[in-house]
């Protein structure tokens, strides 16, 4: 299968044309799409013809050529941004994402947009509003989420990059899921304008590719100050290609491999300690005592502001509108009929925690033990260069298995909330496949080394050798690009 960089390295050589890796790709999205489901929509054929041509005319661009899908919360003027909510089913922003820009002037080709759970809420794209996307190493079990279709596009071979965002792991968790390597990078590091808001001070974009490579070639695109987004800093951009930088120490959390953990993420986890220690890199205990409480805050803190971005929906300015008597009914029929279950629970639990007589006991109390979790990881990382963790708990989980139990639910994003809570990168690699399932294992490094954690991950990754890839049996199967 081609790399990103194989493509762009191939156009530039003029090995192949931009047309003939976009009528690969197209072709392996026709014959398995309706079998996935990874995307809620795709630009028409003939429309990415005429783009691909004009692509042709100037073949230097750091990605020209690559076809690549976002999920469907990241603008791009002139599609729809649907959100996987009927809210905003009919939806097209008049604007773009920096992100979007940034790809579109190095030559990337958007295909399409990639389905999620609905606002980004949820671990396994159950809760988008339109469809339910699989996992292509098994159909009858979900590809994690809540950037579930990005993660899926890449496993299945119908995207060799695609974009997701990462609040309290939507990018890692179905990388995990699906067999693929998923970058959270450090808040700030990439703008969030023209992202559609869950919880801004966790939100961030990143990319989900087959390998380390491609990912650090990506961010190096991506990342960078925007004066549209104040949060973005000022740090050097990624250098691509990056030094080789071998870390002296990597810690692990024994204390994380307790209940609720499958044995077979355990014993993948192992492995991955075997094989860091094979490459002469010490391995050391290490702590993290307030980690057991980042669930239970994230959830206050996260659903807090999904509250508060959220109350823009009401069907007055853009979206979907009810009609009603007045107002008030217009506002409670649009936001009533047209959001999803998932949604209202968190809307509901974060202005509860913003009321009146709660805000101190929760939510004040939420942000005192963020800044703990955060103090934590600033510790442990001032004694070792690098944190390995499992990516998640479980295997990949049969679809419809934790959709009646909401708690079981978020316990799937257990490893990587934590990495949010701090605003820390990591990258969540394909380590092994247990029962047939993939397995991932995840690096977490200080603020702003993207670097440092792609350079061990890319250590890493080359140890474990070619990671298989799904076998999905359609007739007249289409083989992988």
Known sequence: MLTVRDIVKGIKERKFS???ILDNYWARIE????KIKAFISLKPYEELKKEVTQLGKNPEGRLVGVPIALKDNINVRGLKTTCASKVLQNYKPPFEATVVELL???GA???GKTNMDEFAFGSSTENSAYQTTRNPYDLTRVPGGSSGGSAAAVA????????GSDTGGSIRQPSAFCGVAGFKPTYGRVSRYGLVAFASSLDQIGPIAKNVEDIWLALSVIGGRDEKDPTTSSCPPINYP???WK???????PDLLEEGVDTEIKESFTEAISIIKGLGVAVREVHLPHLKYGLSIYYILASSEASSNLARFDGLRYGQREKGENYAEMVENTRGRNLGREVKRRILLGTFALSSGYYDAYYLKALKVRALIREDFRKVLGEVDLILMPTTPTLPFEIGAKTKDPLQMYKADLFTIPVNLAGLPAISLPLSLKKGLPVGVQLIGRHFEEEQVLSAALMLEKERGDFPSPVIVVKGDCPQV
């Open 109 to 111: 080709l958007i295909v």
């Open 31 to 34: 014959k398995i799409e309706d």
């Open 242 to 244: 990056g030094k080789n």
């Open 104 to 106: 579109k002037k190095e």
């Open 18 to 20: 931009p047309l003939e």
């Open 156 to 163: 299945g071979g119908m995207a060799p990059l695609t974009f």
């Open 247 to 253: 870390p002296g120490v990597i810690g692990f959390c």
